[in-house]
């Protein structure tokens, strides 16, 4: 079965860290883009970040550049979201996706810093909850 699994979703304190894990099962993500995307309540999806596991471009949205870092380990197939200095406003639900187009990695571009109720990808994970509260 072809699918992601996020994974890492706690409860933190405010200037706390957290390290998300994006883990590919049933394909490789070698040549994919992976974009991680959160959603809170009553909000539509905002994408925050974007890798390409072929070029290791990547790109963040202003509100966690600076804090947050999109990396990938080809050996356990998996992309991680390094959360540091987590504020309450990064409470929401996070997912990440997968897309292996040519053109995979500029879409994610454009989804990232915006909020969108639908993102082209192939594959999504079901999601894991960061809750940043004292």
């Known amino acids: 079965q072809l699918q992601l699994v996020e994974s890492g979703g706690d409860l933190v304190q405010p200037g706390g860290s957290l390290s998300l894990s994006c883990t590919a099962s049933?394909?490789?993500?070698?040549?994919?883009?992976i974009g991680w995307f959160r959603r809170t309540p009553g909000k539509e999806r905002e994408g925050i970040s974007c890798l390409n596991t072929r070029t290791g471009s990547t790109n963040y949205a202003d509100s966690v550049k600076g804090r947050f870092t999109i990396s990938g380990d080809n050996t356990k197939n998996t992309i991680y979201l390094q959360m540091n200095n987590l504020k309450p406003e990064d409470t929401a639900v996070y997912y990440c996706a997968a897309d292996s187009s040519s053109r995979a990695f500029y879409r994610c571009s454009g989804y990232v810093g915006g909020y969108r109720a639908r993102a082209d990808f192939d594959f999504w994970g079901q999601g894991t909850q960061v809750t940043v509260s004292s």
């Open positions: 049933g394909f490789s993500l070698n040549n994919y883009t």
